[in-house]
């Protein structure tokens, strides 16, 4: 090895063999409490994303590969209490990929290695199967002249389970086919969502142990040694791959679509979203848009398989020792994954609250690269006892930030230290100092006048939630702080291209889209006038419940009382007397009236410029649907902003939530809509895709 080659490793290889031995301790136990016990402690993401470093390591080290390793096998070992069964075709696991340039790689490589062999009159053609990969429990099923014989679980490969009478207890599996052939097949058995919650439910009722999903139930019912219990619980199965076919009157299909289409013809079922794909970005296609509609199925679904479609080019490729070279599960992107914590550091707020944020080894969650993590508080971090140099579950759900789920302790570093708040934080101003918030776990800047504090403010008033400002972040900001041409909001709208082109990075162009962009943002809605100001413990609901409370009146706000605030239903105490006392400071009041003489406060309707394009109209029907609903928006919406979605809603006469809880109505899902799909799944919260919620106007 070069010196080149060397500098490429990511770790020493002591330290890869201290590594390689803890995530292989790790990894054997998960896999055990999954595959063996049912009982999972971690989701099925974090241990992809183990096994993902694992093998990273072993690819860079191949000499520290080891017969035991997790990486060398193809699953769990069977149960003791079935009889045993050898399989009479060796049953292999997938190789998972998780993102487009994986998948492009696979298609480059299956046609790299077919031409290889191809002779001059061999055109290599790359259409693919794409199959949903369906989250269940594999079962192998053997026929014998059309009659049902044997049935098995997957096992270790070699050696599986009888679950024969099991098997046939569910409804989809054929006793009989159609044409009396002799097979084997493999499928995925599955129990409906619907299912699952019946189930759960009655568990429930009699203090006996429930299910954390579908799948755990459907493995745990399909191991029960009354074969009544499975039949109470109507299991059920798609078929997807013919293993072996021993009968000369049925040709052997050619490609996997002709296979697909024959087991369906002898009676099996098929799940029938397959689909022929000319190339590896229909593929990709395929697979985004089933990230999407995943949820709109009664059965859970974690990723795409693909598979070469020519029986031909299947058998050239061929397997390795532990998977086919011919197919590849595409895996969803997801949502959690494991990443290494590589510092701890504090973020001063706009109010004077202090952050902790973990500073991550980079890695990629739900469609993009995250470096950092919100620890919350002191509690948080004690709860978790998350210290430097841990390996941890980050947990990243369609909108949701970023946060830190589980410590793996037994990846710990020796020398790593339990992490103490500090009693000084220099961002903070004067001295330092901090305090604890009373009847809080948060801490805050003792100094509220501090150059930091002052620069969040400005942040948040320039960011989507308030003036919505484009072009004018975060680092422009402290720029413009830092030359001090601005020090208030009011500064902001009182720039001129003159005071920009002078400064580093302004350029002709660069200070006309800043100033266009000053002067758009200068009609304003109240509830995101509100927003803007800072005020401790006003966030976006509350901003918009005083803006109804006082019909849309900045006027008549300003010269509320106290009481007038905490009449408002859903603004306490607390947020009532912040919001009193904010708005009869001297220095605050003459903000908002300068800031007024720069602004206009407008009606929503007059900014929904996504709504005037798609020209969407509440009508009598909508509000109908809508009215004194409780809605939670999640995801990435396409159509519209988020925010367009929100007026659209309250215009509808709906209450918006952030949280999914058994007080929520409907949830609306974009694109990467994560846990608070499964969690309104597990609640029986009706969900609206977007292109459905479009139809509503």
């Known amino acids: 090895m070069d010196k080149t080659e060397t500098a490429k490793k990511s770790l020493k290889k002591e330290d890869a063999v201290k590594r390689l031995e803890k995530l292989r301790k790790t990894i054997e136990h998960h896999r055990y409490l999954y595959h063996v016990l049912d009982s999972p402690e971690i989701s099925d993401e974090a241990l992809d994303s183990l096994k993902s470093e694992l093998d990273k390591i072993e690819s860079e080290f191949p000499e520290l590969i080891t017969p035991d390793s997790p990486s060398q096998r193809v699953s769990g070992k069977p149960l003791d209490q079935f009889e045993k069964v050898k399989h009479k075709v060796p049953q292999w696991s997938f190789a998972d990929i998780f993102n487009e340039k994986e998948a492009a790689e696979f298609g480059e490589r299956v046609v790299r290695m077919l031409e290889k062999t191809k002779k001059n009159d061999i055109k290599i053609s790359p259409e693919f199967t794409c199959e949903l990969k369906i989250d269940g429990l594999k079962v192998v099923i053997e026929y014998v002249d059309g009659i049902l014989k044997k049935a098995a679980t997957r096992g270790d490969g070699k050696v599986g389970e009888d679950v024969t009478e099991n098997v046939k207890t569910i409804q989809s599996v054929p006793l009989k086919l159609k044409k009396p052939v002799s097979v084997i097949v493999e499928g995925e058995v599955y129990l409906d969502k619907r299912e699952f919650e019946k189930i759960n439910k009655k568990l429930a009722l009699k203090n006996e142990k429930t299910y954390a999903n579908p799948r755990n139930l459907a493995a745990g019912t399909l191991r029960q040694l009354d074969s009544q219990i499975v039949s109470d619980r109507n299991l059920s199965v798609f078929i997807y791959d013919l293993a072996k076919i021993d009968n000369e009157d049925v040709a052997e299909p050619k490609t996997q679509f002709e296979e697909l289409e024959l087991l369906k013809d002898l009676g099996f079922k098929v799940n029938n979203h397959f689909k022929l794909c000319k190339d590896i970005n229909e593929v990709i296609s395929y697979w985004k848009k089933w990230q999407k509609e995943k949820y709109k199925e009664t059965y859970e679904i974690d990723g795409v398989v693909i ?107 020796n020398n790593a230290k339990p992490f103490k708040f500090p009693k000084k934080i220099l961002e903070c101003g004067g001295d330092g100092s901090i305090e604890r918030i009373p009847g809080q776990a948060a801490y805050r800047c003792v100094d509220k006048g501090s150059f930091t504090m002052q620069l969040r403010r400005l942040h948040y008033f320039a960011s989507k939630k308030a003036f919505d400002i484009e072009n004018i972040g975060p680092k422009v900001i402290d720029q413009l702080a830092e030359e001090n041409l601005i020090s208030s909001p009011v500064d902001i709208f009182t720039l001129e291209k003159g005071d920009l082109t002078p400064l580093e990075r302004f350029a002709e162009k660069s200070a006309d889209n800043l100033i266009a962009s000053i002067n758009e943002a200068r009609k304003i809605t109240l509830p995101r006038f509100i927003i803007s100001l800072s005020i401790d413990h006003v966030g976006e609901e509350t901003a918009y419940l005083i803006s109804d409370n006082f019909s849309g009146s900045l006027k008549k706000i300003t010269e509320a009382g106290l009481d007038d605030f905490i009449k408002i239903n859903g603004v306490g105490g607390i947020v009532a007397e912040s919001i009193y006392k ?116």
């Open 307 to 413: 598979k070469m479609n020519r029986k031909d080019y299947q058998n050239t490729l061929g397997y390795t020792g532990k998977a086919p070279r011919f197919a590849i599960a595409f895996k969803f992107q997801a949502e959690q994954v494991t990443t290494v914590v590589e510092d701890i550091v504090f973020q001063v707020g706009r109010t004077g609250v202090i952050t902790p944020v973990a500073h991550l080894r980079p890695v990629e969650v739900a469609g993009s690269t995250v470096s950092r993590a919100t620890l919350h508080n002191e509690d948080e971090i004690n709860r978790l006892d998350v210290r430097i140099g841990d390996t941890i579950i980050l947990q990243k759900a369609g909108d949701v930030i970023p946060q830190v789920v589980k410590v793996f302790k037994d990846l710990r570093p």
């Open 582 to 697: 904010w708005l009869r400071i001297l220095e605050n009041k003459k903000m908002v009236t300068d800031l007024l003489e720069q602004i206009e406060i407008v009606d929503s309707k007059e900014l929904n410029s996504s709504i005037k394009k798609n020209k969407l109209k509440i009508t009598e029907k909508t509000k109908k649907f809508f009215e004194n609903k409780t809605v939670v928006l999640t995801g990435s919406l396409s159509q519209m902003t988020r925010d367009e979605a929100k007026d659209l809603l309250r215009d509808s006469g709906a209450n918006i939530s952030s949280s999914v809880s058994t007080k929520t109505d409907f949830i609306i899902a974009g694109e990467n809509a994560g846990s608070k799909i499964k969690k309104a799944e597990d609640l029986g919260v009706k969900i609206i895709l977007e292109d459905d919620f479009i139809k509503k106007f």
